[in-house]
Nanobody, 113 residues
Framework: VEFVESGGGLVQPGESLRLSCATS????????MSWYRQTPGKERELVAR????????YYADSVKGRFTISRDNAKSMLYLQMNALKPEDTGAYLC???????WGQGTLVTVSS
């Protein structure tokens, strides 16, 4: 099982980024997938979640209206479009299904002027 997050970087407030998560080794199509944010000294925070039954995605209040989660089942890929970025969006972003218990470094997003 593998998760490879990419697309992070250093941007100014108000700019956009698109994160990607390449997955392998499990049935991506059959799993609810999520994006999380990890910042030093804080617990991992659920940012967005995409369900399988057509229900609207979940977004943390802090990102509603600015972030959009999407998936490509044919490619086993998860995406997070991040618009109007704010300094408080800074952190390492990681993706995974509900059962993911091992975590890598993710992709680092830094929003700073």
């Amino acid at each position: 099982v593998e998760f490879v997050e990419s697309g992070g970087g250093l941007v100014q407030p108000g700019e956009s980024l698109r994160l990607s998560c390449a997955t392998s080794g499990f049935a991506f199509n059959n799993n609810v997938m999520s994006w999380y944010r990890q910042t030093p000294g804080k617990e991992r925070e659920l940012v967005a979640r995409m369900f399988l039954d057509g229900s609207p995605p979940y977004y943390a209040d802090s990102v509603k209206g600015r972030f959009t989660i999407s998936r490509d089942n044919a490619k086993s890929m998860l995406y997070l479009q991040m618009n109007a970025l704010k300094p408080e969006d800074t952190g390492a972003y990681l993706c995974g299904p509900l059962w993911r218990t091992f975590w890598g470094q993710g992709t680092l997003v830094t929003v700073s002027s």
